[in-house]
């Protein structure tokens, strides 16, 4: 009977123990600079890279606690890296495609100086690499989405059917991505923006790399045309080779981009003007 009651105590208490912890997963608060998707953080924009100097340690700790503002990072002697297609300013020798990255001289903790930021305003960095990426979110508290996050995120960003250049996702611009948010209709049911082109987004997913593309959604009966790049080996001579997903699609994709656009075109040391990421909590 002693034994009975052992087992009746212990589970009673293993439920009320998850019960608290699902009580206490409910009570998240997000910093300012991201919205709540289920229990996740998820930033609200695009992210944009920064060189902080290693001396300004009040900026730095404004960017870890999600609370940095455009105005801080520009009077805090902040230099934006590689906004949209520019690639100009590029990542410092420090902070290199691997993501091996070495620390500034006198910081504290050890940082490259280079940190990702969710603000509004400003082009996304972008020519970095998934290796990068990864590291700009870590060093700033933070991590890349993986791909389930990203999907629930995006949710009710309008697939794209047409841009009309102010408020519509930005998917048939000649050349670059605009600023971050400024496309007011281009939001999701969550409250995240610009999730639907402007610039592809890197997840921390990876999958074999493509070898090429089909427009998925169609074939499936899920409106729009997004395209999907899946199926290797994608590497020279047929091997199967690392790709890093991501998602979304970019300023130049037309109505191949949208919620569902998924690809593994890329493996993870590649890069381009128009492809960027976004971090989570």
């Not at 002693?2 to 439920?15: D, H, L, M, P, S």
């Not at 699902?22 to 695009?46: F, H, M, Q, R, W």
């Not at 050890?110 to 870590?138: D, E, K, M, R």
Request: hydrophobic share 35%; proline share 7%; net charge negative.
């Amino acid at each position: 009977m002693t034994g009975i009651r052992r087992y009746i105590v212990v589970g009673y208490t293993a439920v009320c123990l998850a019960a608290a912890g699902v009580a206490e997963a409910g009570t998240l608060k997000c910093p300012p600079d991201s919205v709540k998707v289920g229990n996740v953080c998820i930033d609200t924009y695009e992210a944009s890279v920064w060189q902080i100097p290693p001396s300004n340690t009040s900026l730095v700790k404004l960017v870890q606690a999600g609370k940095a503002r455009l105005t801080d990072l520009t009077a805090g002697g902040a230099t934006q890296l590689s906004p949209s297609s520019s690639c100009s300013p590029f990542y410092p020798a420090n902070f290199p495609a691997t993501g091996n990255w070495t620390p500034v001289l006198g910081s504290n903790p050890p940082s490259p100086g280079v940190y990702a930021v969710s603000v509004a305003g400003v082009h996304p960095s972008a020519c970095i690499t998934w290796f990068q990426a990864n590291q700009a979110c870590l060093l700033s508290g933070k991590r890349l989405l993986t791909n389930r996050e990203w999907q629930g995120a995006a949710a009710g960003t309008p697939d794209p059917g047409t841009d009309n250049g102010t408020t519509d996702c930005n998917i048939s611009a000649v050349a670059d991505a605009v600023n971050t948010g400024s496309r007011s209709s281009c939001k999701s049911s969550w409250g995240v923006f610009d999730m639907v082109g402007n610039v592809e987004e890197w997840v921390a997913d990876w999958a074999d790399l493509a070898a090429t593309c089909t427009d998925w959604t169609t074939s499936a009966g899920i409106p729009g045309s997004d395209f999907s790049c899946f199926g290797g080996p994608g590497g020279a001579g047929g091997n199967s080779l690392p790709g890093a997903l991501f998602r979304g699609g970019d300023f130049g994709s037309g109505t191949s981009a949208g919620v569902f656009a998924a690809s593994a075109l890329g493996d993870p040391s590649g890069s381009g003007g128009s492809l960027g990421f976004r971090c989570a909590r």
